[in-house]
């Protein structure tokens, strides 16, 4: 059960299945997972259902932390939701993110410095055209793998070194 709100991510849109469906195969009973630009709290709500031990979510709109929490309670799940200058410190063994590939770009550093060693990142958000660069942008940290195409939006993911 999803309620939008004002939040972005409604299940529907290409990037979302990506995303899910990556998620599917990855999450384990024992990983953290940090859903970075988490919206209505999908992916967050995911991971916490295919078994994710600690799940964070987080995002720069306080009506987007709001959603996230009516998500997570309706559908009776444990997640923590934050506002980005309220985020705890901490490393993931999971790192996703779906949104904009400038933001993305710009936030490479502090997303690579939250997933741990040996950790995964998968991102989305990202059309076509933007895959090389991005996944270039995120080479110095992470082995990325071939990208996922779905319409004309990418899913790109790596291990990190």
Not at 48 to 71: H, M, P, W
Request: a negative charge.
């Amino acid at each position: 059960m999803l309620d939008p709100g004002l939040a972005f991510g409604t299940g529907s849109h290409p990037t979302t299945h990506l995303c899910l469906a990556w998620l599917a195969d990855t999450v384990q009973s024992h990983v953290s997972v940090l859903d970075y630009g988490c919206g209505s709290g999908i992916l967050a709500i995911a991971a916490s259902k295919l078994g994710a031990e600690r799940v964070i979510g987080v995002d720069i709109d306080a009506q987007a932390i709001q959603s996230s929490v009516y998500n997570a309670e309706q559908n009776q799940v444990s997640a923590d939701f934050y506002l980005a200058d309220q985020l705890p410190g901490g490393q993931f063994d999971i790192v996703v993110a779906n949104i904009l590939s400038s933001a993305l770009s710009v936030l490479a550093p502090a997303l690579a410095s939250a997933c741990k060693s040996g950790g995964q990142i998968a991102l989305s958000g990202i059309l076509r055209e933007q895959a090389e660069q991005v996944s270039a942008i995120y080479a110095p940290w992470f082995d990325m793998q071939a990208p996922v195409f779905m319409d004309s939006w990418v899913l790109l993911t790596g291990s990190k070194r």
